[in-house]
């Protein structure tokens, strides 16, 4: 059984910075690729960031890419996503999830955290 809870979201003005966290319950959190995606109403579910269970390899969406960093610490069961120069279109509920290798479609997470409310005013 795998538990994922994000904390961190909030409301911040354009311009603003944020730092998300995901806290991993269960076996074997440093064997899993983590990532975040977020979604909006109306909208699918997007990919924001990806980071290989040893952190060698991470990747972004290019909406994101320059302003966002995923980072991990396999010691604390914890990912983190720090979000800088925020925009109105970034918000959106936040959510973290697993996979067995960095990727950018949902279909490859099986696991998924309950998601944290971004919202970014103008």
């Known amino acids: 059984q795998v538990q994922l809870v994000e904390s961190g979201g909030g409301l911040v003005q354009a311009g603003g910075s944020l730092r998300l966290s995901c806290a991993a319950s269960?076996?074997?959190?440093?064997?899993?690729?983590m990532g975040w995606f977020r979604q909006t109403p109306g909208k699918e579910r997007e990919f924001v960031a990806t980071i290989s269970a040893s952190a060698g390899i991470t990747n972004y969406a290019d909406s994101v890419k320059g302003r966002f960093t995923i980072s991990r610490d396999n010691a604390k069961n914890t990912v983190y996503l720090q979000m800088n120069s925020l925009k109105p279109e970034d918000t959106a509920i936040y959510y973290c999830?697993?996979?067995?290798?960095?990727?950018?479609?949902?279909?490859?997470?099986?696991?998924w955290g309950q998601g944290t409310q971004v919202t970014v005013s103008s």
């Open positions: 269960g076996r074997a959190f440093g064997a899993y690729a």
């Open positions: 999830a697993r996979a067995n290798f960095p990727a950018t479609n949902t279909k490859l997470y099986d696991y």
